[in-house]
Nanobody
Framework: VQLQASGGGLVQAGGSLRLSCVASGRSFSRDVMAWFRRAPGKEREFVAGTSWIGDSTYYTDSVKGRFTISRDNAQNTVYLQMNRLKPEDTAVYYC?????????????????????WGQGTQVTVSS
């Protein structure tokens, strides 16, 4: 079972990136999927989550209106579209999967809920 994140890179402030996370080894179509990030010297933090059919999404306040999480269950892939990037978005971004189906909300912030983690992809936003 593996989650493979990609799409990170170096971008100027105000730019955009699209992260992808491909799941393999089993179907993740029923899982809650999420993105977390860890900035240098900081704790890992929740960024965004989506229910298994995408009808429920939840974002941390700092990315609302700029980031969009989506998924393609046929491709076992979850995306994070990041627009209007800021230097404070610089971090390693990780995708994660929680086998428990259901809606997402504030309870989705806990990393303990997720059983599967990707290896991370670096996002660097220059000012």
């Amino acid at each position: 079972v593996q989650l493979q994140a990609s799409g990170g890179g170096l971008v100027q402030a105000g730019g955009s990136l699209r992260l992808s996370c491909v799941a393999s080894g089993r179907s993740f179509s029923r899982d809650v999927m999420a993105w977390f990030r860890r900035a240098p010297g900081k704790e890992r933090e929740f960024v965004a989550g989506t229910s298994w059919i995408g009808d429920s999404t939840y974002y941390t306040d700092s990315v609302k209106g700029r980031f969009t999480i989506s998924r393609d269950n046929a491709q076992n892939t979850v995306y994070l579209q990041m627009n209007r990037l800021k230097p404070e978005d610089t971090a390693v971004y990780y995708c994660a999967a929680d086998r428990a189906s259901g809606r997402v909300g504030p309870w989705s912030r806990s990393a303990l809920k997720y059983q599967y983690w990707g290896q991370g992809t670096q996002v660097t936003v220059s000012s």
